[in-house]
């Protein structure tokens, strides 16, 4: 069992909806981080909170936007979404955003855009 | 530039035979490694991690890895594969704020 919980685990939606993915941990850690795993690409950085303070937008899209009021929750909120969009959607969460830090990963969120 | 390689699409070894998955990186000043495995349809889970000190570095579930400086090496090993073994593994960068991911590695153990 991991203490970064993800929710939903599947979405499917169309590209003029808007959803979100939820993002909890339960580490006591400040740092969270959203990464994009993709088939045909490595695990992508997308963005890095330190404290609830975004430290990091690795040049992410404005249809994906980062939400982060506490230090245990991050939400990714979507919106007008294309269909290579699709990926595996990773949470995880660090004690601070030192980079010698361990980096705990939820199950992840599976977007299908159609 | 920093980054990390992960030479090898697939490794394929035998249960009960030692195993190695590589990985290389290139970073000014001292690096902090880690490796990862992913089981289908699951997140990533930590293995182990170098930051300083020992070479070798013991893990989790029988594994281990070898920092080696010179060559610029962090691979992973583990003495005698096993089945449950298969799985994608990655090997990480810390670098800045975050880990910079290598492309994963398939491992395949056969019975």
């Known amino acids: 069992e991991t203490g970064v919980t993800q929710t939903p685990r599947h979405l499917v939606m169309g590209m003029t909806n808007k959803k979100s993915l939820k993002c909890e941990q339960h580490?006591?850690?400040?740092?969270m981080y959203w990464y994009k795993q993709s088939a045909k690409k490595p695990l992508e950085l997308m963005f890095v909170?330190?404290?609830?303070?975004?430290?990091e937008n690795n040049s992410v899209p404005s249809r994906f936007s980062p939400e982060c009021p506490n230090s245990s929750h991050l939400f990714l909120h979507l919106h007008t979404l294309q269909p290579e969009d699709s990926a595996l959607y990773l949470c995880?969460?660090?004690?601070?955003?030192?980079?010698?830090?361990?980096?705990?990963f939820g199950e992840g969120s599976w977007l299908t855009v159609v | 530039a920093q980054s990390v390689a992960q030479p090898e699409d697939q490794v394929n070894v035998a249960e009960g035979n030692p195993l190695t998955v590589k990985c290389t990186y290139s970073?000014?000043?001292?690096?902090?490694l880690f490796w990862y495995v992913q089981y289908p349809n699951r997140g990533l889970q930590f293995l182990l991690k170098?930051?300083?000190?020992?070479?070798l570095v013991k893990g989790s579930y029988g594994f281990e890895a070898e920092f080696n400086k010179s060559q610029t090496s962090f691979h992973l090993k583990k003495p005698s594969a096993l089945v449950s073994d298969s799985a994608l593994y990655f090997c990480?960068?810390?670098?800045?704020?975050?880990?910079?991911f290598g492309k994963g590695t398939t491992l395949s153990v056969s019975s």
């Open positions: 995880a969460s660090s004690p601070t955003v030192f980079s010698g830090n361990t980096i705990y």
């Open positions: 970073v000014s000043g001292n690096p902090y």
């Open positions: 909170y330190n404290f609830k303070e975004q430290t």
């Open positions: 580490l006591g850690h400040n740092a």
């Open positions: 990480a960068l810390g670098a800045g704020t975050a880990l910079i």
């Open positions: 170098y930051i300083t000190g020992d070479n």
